[in-house]
């Protein structure tokens, strides 16, 4: 029996609308957050195209101001799945500044991080002295070498904002200069992007007092046992960063399974508050259909989350897929 079945069988209507992705409000701005594409980038382009195609054409409509896009760009680091995955970006180059924060499938042989070694690196694909690379809005990158941890700046209505975007378990000198980077901006509203930071229980990871228990914590993958390497959860990301800079305010993830959402906010150790979120949709249908967040910034401090596929042209209105938050207050909305 099919869940969509079942919901129907016992009185609750799927909370899917169709019709095209809901207006922001005059005076508004977008930041738009691309979750897990692997499996597009494995086995249906076309979506993966659908989302950057969408965000290009709606860039003045919905005024989209920055692409954060969550990991798990491909799905097993492979030269085929990286092409797709860098056709579907570069409709962004020269009309909208992204960043993006590598997962685990993107590195290793066959996507299994075992290691540090990507195809993301190469500068064909998003290393040095590719369009990515050389986009205006980046500030700086953790090694010349590499394109993997980076920070950015972007405009939005007279503000400027600062986006930081980590590798998949990212190592103890990389948060060292995470930490430097928003300590140097301290004037700027902060994001963390990271693949691997928030749970599905709407917890963060944790393996030192959970372990196991939650899955796929970056401790329990290969990279965490090779000899000098170190490696930080999402516990470990807001003792060593996150909570310390007033600045922050959002820190977004993908990766988990589940059901693939997960939200929090707590404060810093200023009294800040922090909003984290999840998305992940690779294990439904088609890998997502094509579904994304859209982050809409009101005038007023609210924020209207929501979850919308250009694939599919709907909205998903479900309670965790679709919420408002003020930037100042903790919880929903």
């Not at 099919?2 to 409000?25: M, S, W």
């Not at 798990?72 to 992204?98: C, F, H, I």
């Not at 378990?169 to 948060?175: C, F, L, Q, S």
């Amino acid at each position: 029996m099919t869940r969509t079945l079942l919901l129907l069988l016992i009185g609750f209507a799927p909370t899917f609308a169709r019709g095209e992705a809901d207006p922001i409000a005059e005076g508004s701005w977008t930041l738009a957050v691309l979750p897990d594409t692997q499996i597009y980038a494995e086995a249906y382009p076309q979506h993966y195209d659908a989302q950057t195609r969408w965000l290009v054409e709606h860039a003045d409509s919905h005024n989209i101001r920055f692409v954060l896009h969550e990991g798990d760009v491909t799905n097993q680091n492979t030269p085929e799945q990286w092409d797709n995955a860098r056709k579907s970006m570069s409709l962004l180059d020269g009309k909208l500044p992204y960043a993006i924060a590598p997962g685990n499938h993107d590195y290793g042989p066959g996507g299994n991080a075992a290691d540090r070694v990507s195809f993301f690196n190469e500068s064909k694909y998003f290393g040095p002295v590719s369009p990515y690379a050389i986009q205006p809005s980046l500030g700086g990158r953790y090694e010349e070498t590499t394109t993997d941890n980076t920070w950015h700046t972007f405009d939005a209505n007279g503000q400027k904002w600062l986006v930081v975007a980590l590798e998949f378990a990212p190592r103890d000198e990389v948060v060292v200069w995470a930490d430097r980077i928003v300590a140097e901006h301290a004037d700027l509203p902060a994001i963390l992007v990271t693949h691997a930071y928030m749970y599905s229980d709407d917890t963060i990871y944790d393996w030192r007092a959970k372990g196991a228990k939650q899955s796929w914590n970056p401790h329990a993958y290969g990279v965490a046992k090779q000899p000098g390497e170190t490696v930080n959860d999402g516990q470990e990301l807001w003792d060593k960063l996150v909570s310390k800079h007033k600045n922050f305010r959002l820190v977004f993830n993908g990766h988990v399974l589940n059901d693939g959402t997960g939200y929090r906010s707590t404060k810093g150790i200023e009294g800040n508050i922090v909003h984290q979120m999840l998305a992940n949709y690779q294990f439904k249908k088609e890998g997502g259909q094509g579904d994304l967040r859209l982050l809409e910034f009101s005038q007023d401090g609210d924020v209207a989350v929501r979850t919308y596929s250009p694939v599919l042209d709907r909205h998903d209105r479900a309670d965790d897929q679709e919420f408002k938050i003020r930037l100042d207050e903790l919880g929903r909305k």
